[in-house]
């Protein structure tokens, strides 16, 4: 069983950045797929970027550039470090963690873009 609490969340205006962060509690975790995933209002729940055991990294074409996935094993921790934010990057933004068949969820943490 995976745990996952995200933080960091708020208001930033356009052109700033934000880092949200994500704990988590697994035995295993340095094998996780970790993720961070983002859902607007009316939309369907999109992929951010993915950071894999070994430290790739994968992200979505209209992030790449402006936002950087990191984790810490020893801490558990994953991060997701936002800049030149815009308008477009409101939603709700998740943490995931990937094994296998196997899918966790956090709450989900705000982050909403506006002036």
């Known amino acids: 069983q995976v745990q996952l609490v995200e933080s960091g969340g708020g208001l930033v205006q356009p052109g700033g950045s934000l880092n949200v962060s994500c704990a988590a509690s697994?035995?295993?975790?340095?094998?996780?797929?970790m993720g961070w995933f983002r859902q607007a209002p009316g939309k369907q729940r999109e992929l951010v970027a993915t950071?894999?055991?070994?430290?790739?990294?994968n992200y979505a074409d209209s992030v790449k550039g402006r936002f950087t996935i990191s984790r810490d094993n020893n801490k558990q921790t994953v991060h997701l470090q936002m800049n030149s934010l815009k308008p477009d990057d409101t939603a709700v933004y998740y943490c995931?963690?990937?094994?296998?068949?196997?899918?966790?969820w956090g709450q989900g943490t705000q982050v909403t873009v506006s002036s």
């Open positions: 995931n963690a990937h094994l296998a068949k196997d899918d966790y």
């Open positions: 950071i894999h055991a070994d430290g790739y990294t």
């Open positions: 697994a035995t295993w975790f340095r094998i996780y797929i």
